[in-house]
């Protein structure tokens, strides 16, 4: 194959060079995360703060709308959509959109993979929400979990729109050798996606409890629980095997970590993938209305 250990330096300079040339986040995206951050955020001090983002507005409505949330054309303007659905879930669909607006498909392949790793941050999103509440965390670290398993997995998204030769090779090397990805990521380009992730996160200005999500979801873990990320940990395992979640490379298994925390009979893993299929049947429509 034409990548080789020994370009790991070259490939890994051009990836962070790469990293680097990507435009920050508008304004307008960090205004209104760090405001729905506040306390005493109300609903409309973000909807003032998104009148300047008024393409941004429109994909929210038109998400809030949709049948995924129920609401199909009841809800008119963004301080609606706050009230009904809470600040933070709004947040996490203002950071979903402005991540797909940023890693743009530039070809229909290009946007048959974006589709296909919503899909999988879909099914790991839900999951990763339900096993938050399953595990009794409190509301802030399920809405984290939630937008942690929606993005856990931006780095990929970021190589495969950008590298796409160079990462196709990737995948096919951890399908002749049976290796997750991220361990092919490793031994081809020298870092893996976790933390392109990592580098994404930061140059965006995603507060570091989202940050830490995105570099560290693979593991291994050791030391004390950190929940959040031990649930979208085990959402994103239970997503790969769901059929339109799966992911190339071979199936990661769950840290023994996380399954000691998870303390799940045999029924549950199930009882789970249940409905994080049943969130997928929605993910296509919404991927529709939030990718550019």
């Known amino acids: 194959m034409a990548l080789s250990m020994g370009q790991q330096p070259n490939?890994?300079?051009?990836?962070?060079?790469?990293?680097?040339?990507?435009?920050a986040l508008p304004d307008v995206v960090n205004k209104i995360l760090t405001e729905a951050d506040r306390e005493t955020a109300t609903a409309n001090q973000i909807e003032a703060l998104a009148r300047n983002d008024q393409a941004l507005v429109a994909k929210i409505l038109r998400v809030v709308n949709s049948a995924y949330y129920g609401l199909p054309g009841q809800v008119s303007s963004l301080s609606q959509a706050i009230v009904i659905l809470g600040?933070?879930?709004?947040?996490?669909?203002?950071?979903?959109?402005?991540?797909?607006?940023?890693?743009?498909?530039?070809?229909?392949?290009?946007?048959?993979?974006?589709?296909?790793?919503?899909?999988?941050g879909m099914a790991t999103a839900s999951g990763a929400q339900a096993i938050a509440r399953q595990q009794h965390l409190d509301s802030r670290d399920v809405e984290l979990a939630y937008i942690g398993g929606m993005l856990h997995d931006v780095g990929k998204l970021f190589l495969f729109c950008n590298f796409t030769d160079t990462y196709q090779e990737v995948v096919y090397f951890a399908e002749a050798q049976g290796l997750p990805m991220n361990e092919a990521e490793l031994s081809l380009l020298g870092m893996d996606h976790q933390e392109v992730g990592q580098e994404l996160a930061i140059h965006w200005r995603y507060p570091e409890p989202l940050t830490?999500?995105?570099?560290r979801h693979e593991g291994p873990f050791a030391g004390a629980p950190t929940p959040a990320l031990y649930a979208v940990h085990a959402a994103d395992r239970l997503a790969s095997s769901?059929?339109?979640?799966?992911?190339?490379?071979?199936?990661?298994?769950?840290?023994?970590?996380?399954?000691?925390?998870?303390?799940?009979?045999?029924d549950e893993p199930e009882a789970l993938k249940l409905k994080m299929e049943d969130a997928l049947r929605h993910a296509s429509e919404l991927f529709g209305m939030i990718a550019p």
Request: hydrophobic share 50%; aromatic share 6%; proline share 9%.
């Open 242 to 266: 769901l059929p339109h979640g799966q992911q190339p490379g071979a199936p990661p298994l769950m840290d023994p970590a996380v399954e000691a925390w998870l303390a799940w009979n045999e």
């Open 87 to 120: 600040l933070h879930q709004v947040r996490n669909l203002v950071l979903s959109i402005s991540a797909l607006s940023m890693v743009k498909a530039r070809t229909p392949r290009q946007r048959e993979i974006l589709k296909a790793f919503w899909l999988h």
């Open 11 to 23: 490939i890994r300079r051009c990836i962070l060079g790469a990293l680097q040339d990507l435009p």
């Open 212 to 215: 830490l999500l995105i570099s």
